[in-house]
């Protein structure tokens, strides 16, 4: 290993392009060979964390997540940070503690574990965790990137499949402050307000979405498509950037990529009884799904709030760095005080590490399907995917998680 952020993040490029070309198995080869030096562990864990997810392998996911988790709380402790903080020489060698939208997530990808393994009720202790320890995220004075409509969303599906209807509701409604426009809110909180009798909010609804409370028929049940779409980018440096090769930092692309919306189709005939009316050639899509919190925007803005301190630390450490070049140029060796000062400056490196595995966003789609079992699949402006056989019963909800990448 070397010592530069860089080491990471190149090191790891072949495993992660794996990945990304739909060959987990062969990443996961890499990772599990590695033995990587405590600063850049956590990344190690995270990133191992989200391939095996998606490889299904949701148990193994699971304890991978869980260590990654303690590692990071470890490392955010008061007495870490401060440790960390008095002996920092280069942002390179500060160990990856994680970003803070980054620790939430962790969570978010262990609810979604949960439910690959169809235990909404183990989710639904993760999601109590999440209320617990960033309850902070979720109130109107947070940092807009904190602030995680995926989350929030996530949270009341998993209340609602456990039949916690008035916690589901309430975070439906935290939901639509942060995205008013997704199409499955004004049911959702129609239904919260008819239930528990809100007549006010009720008619609030009424009056905003201009629609009524329609319940779903009983031979019905609900599919929660949950995308993970993408790959967050990586981090670029700006050393190539007049007057910025003395103190390169890290930086993103000016401009992101929007993300890529996903529409679902009935990809054969229902199997078995097929419902009453419905064709089994039929392609008329289902859902299009909503992307509910944009990861690549949260570490953009997370990266600018850092700026500041990044140059500051930067400043500092040349100050000294170059003082001591310029002493042993004064007391030792003039030459070799040169060649120090440009040493220092060529050792110079921005911090390009980051969770490199994330999507660069989630998504999710909701509709209703009659009772029955279905092949369905997922189109998008440059690919397609077939969702394994399900089963939807009546009045239950299925919850579906894919990966894509365009």
Same mark, same amino acid.
């Given at each position: ?6 080491? =990471? ?27 990587? %030096? ?19 392998? =949701? ?68 999601v109590r965790r999440v209320h617990t320890k960033f309850s902070d995220f979720f ?16 949270? &009341? ?39 528990? &009798? ?14 009524? =409370? ?37 930086? =993103? ?37 909503? %992307? ?7 570490? /953009? /803005? ?80 440059? &690919? ?11 009045? /239950? ?10």
């Amino acid at each position: 290993m070397t010592a530069c952020g860089g080491g =990471y993040v190149h090191q790891s490029r072949g495993a992660r392009h794996s990945f990304q070309r739909g060959d987990p198995e062969k990443a996961l080869k890499w990772y599990q060979q590695q033995k990587p %030096p405590h600063r850049d562990r956590l990344l190690y864990l995270m990133d191992q964390a989200v391939i095996l997810h998606t490889a299904g392998r =949701y148990q193994e996911s699971l304890k991978t997540f869980e260590e990654a988790i303690r590692l990071s709380e470890a490392m955010n402790s008061p007495q870490v940070l401060a440790k960390t903080a008095s002996l920092v020489t280069n942002d390179n060698l500060i160990p990856y503690k994680g970003e803070d939208f980054e620790r939430l997530l962790m969570h978010l990808f262990q609810v979604l574990n949960y439910l690959g393994l169809g235990e909404p009720d183990e989710a639904l202790v993760e999601v109590r965790r999440v209320h617990t320890k960033f309850s902070d995220f979720f109130k109107d004075n947070s940092k807009s990137y904190l602030r995680n409509a995926f989350a929030t969303y996530l949270s &009341g599906l998993v209340w609602e499949a456990n039949g916690k209807l008035n916690d589901a509701y309430i975070d439906y409604k935290t939901t639509q402050k942060i995205v008013p426009s997704f199409p499955s809110l004004p049911q959702d909180l129609l239904k919260g307000a008819t239930l528990f &009798g809100f007549l006010n909010e009720k008619a609030r609804w009424q009056k905003l979405f201009r629609q009524d =409370y329609r319940p779903l028929p009983p031979d019905q049940g609900e599919v929660i498509l949950l995308i993970e779409e993408g790959v967050v980018p990586e981090k670029e440096s700006t050393e190539e950037e007049i007057n910025l090769q003395v103190l390169p930092l890290p930086r =993103y692309p000016k401009d992101l990529k929007n993300p890529v919306l996903v529409s679902v189709f009935r990809g054969a005939s229902p199997k078995g009884a097929s419902p009453k009316g419905v064709s089994p050639t039929d392609k008329t899509e289902l859902a299009q799904t909503t %992307p509910l919190y944009r990861v690549d925007e949260a570490a /953009k /803005k997370t990266l600018a709030d850092q700026k500041g301190g990044m140059i500051a630390r930067g400043l500092a450490r040349l100050a000294v760095k170059e003082g001591a070049a310029v002493a042993v140029g004064t007391k030792v060796d003039r030459d070799l005080g040169i060649f120090l000062g440009v040493l220092v400056l060529a050792t110079n490196r921005a911090d390009l590490r980051s969770w490199l595995t994330l999507p660069r966003s989630f998504q999710v789609a909701r509709f209703a399907l009659p009772e029955g079992t279905y092949d369905l699949k997922l189109s998008w402006p440059g &690919g397609s995917k077939s969702i394994p056989t399900m089963a939807v019963k009546a009045r /239950k909800k299925t919850f579906v998680i894919q990966r894509i990448f365009d």
